[in-house]
């Protein structure tokens, strides 16, 4: 059974920081991508990272030079630094699996974040 579990959200003010974690189970971790989405009330879900099994890693532009993704091949862990926070990035946070060249992907539940005064 798979299983994605996301902590570490919460409310922050603005220029504050959070780091999300993901820790899977159920999956070869080390060879799959790994990623976090977001979705804002009323919006699609969107792209905020994404780090690929060799390391590479891709961001947003609304996220770049704020925000990092990271992973822990050993722990079966991704991780989401996020400083600099803006009311802008409150939504639903949620971690993604893929395993690229199988076409499989599996979603955590998601976890919330509030930036607000």
């Known amino acids: 059974q798979v299983q994605l579990v996301e902590s570490g959200g919460g409310l922050v003010q603005p220029g504050g920081s959070l780091r999300l974690s993901c820790a899977a189970s159920?999956?070869?971790?080390?060879?799959?991508?790994m990623g976090w989405y977001r979705q804002a009330p009323g919006k699609k879900r969107e792209l905020v990272a994404v780090?690929?099994?060799?390391?590479?890693?891709n961001y947003a532009d609304s996220v770049k030079g704020r925000f990092t993704i990271s992973r822990d091949n050993a722990k079966n862990t991704v991780y989401l630094q996020m400083n600099s926070l803006k009311p802008e990035d409150t939504a639903v946070y949620y971690c993604?699996?893929?395993?690229?060249?199988?076409?499989?992907?599996?979603w955590g539940q998601g976890t919330q974040v509030t930036v607000s005064s």
């Open positions: 993604n699996a893929e395993w690229v060249g199988a076409g499989v992907k599996y």
């Open positions: 159920g999956i070869t971790f080390s060879i799959y991508a």
């Open positions: 780090i690929t099994s060799g390391g590479n890693t």
